[in-house]
């Protein structure tokens, strides 16, 4: 299976729309090269411009929606189209990821559980998602999570006990942190037997310095790929029957305790 991580550059002085283009050209261009092309988290905004959340939220099938399922059938390619910021018609602000397939239909949406922030930011400014999303491509399940999610293993053993296989994770995450990036990526991958594509956004955030390295890691959590710095487009090949081939050789998952429902013994 081939995979393209588009690793984009959100800078100053780019509209939403000038991007949104430049961005769906990009796709485009994975036309023939890819199967599974990935965006990263709030690449239309900037996962830190907190201020621009409300003023440049859409509603779930709005312009980017529309701008991203053309690409993807225009590609001919599956497209995790990172995520925007959504305004619910009946609700808050979410920050939610869009998947279509290779005809522009879509086919998953995912409202990021974890908002990152700590009584700030996102966390006050977005909604929870509550639900974790699967989606089937012909070679293997994908399960979904966003940027400070990473952090969250239950998450990811919840999308494994769902059937994901693959662990798609666009982020905004930020230089400063960029080694817990690299380590958090392989350490899912590792505990569950799965592939993670983690694609990050390069350039600088309201302020912020991006991490950009982008990276493709294998079930035993060997690094298969990883971006520099700066704006890139990251190609990969990986056989997503390794997945299985691993948990059958290594069975670690078999040997689950914890995390089944068990009743939790207190010190006194």
Known sequence: MRASLIQIAVEEGESVESRRVRVAALVREQAGAADLVVLPELWTTGAFAYEEFGSEAEPLEGPTYEAMAKAASDAGVWLHAGSIPERDPDGPLYNTS????????????????????????????????EELVTFRLPETTVGLATCYDLRFPELFRGLVDAGAETLVIPAGWPERRRGHWTLLARARAVENQAFVLACGTAGTHAGVPQAGHSIVVDPWGEVLAEAGAGEEVLRVEFDPAKVATTREQFPA????VLGLRRPVRRSP
Request: aromatic share 12%.
């Open 253 to 256: 998952l078999k040997d689950r």
């Open 98 to 129: 869009l998947v279509f397939s290779p005809s522009g239909e879509p086919v998953a949406a995912y409202r990021k559980i974890h908002r990152f922030g700590f009584d700030k930011g996102e966390a006050v400014l977005m909604g929870a998602g």
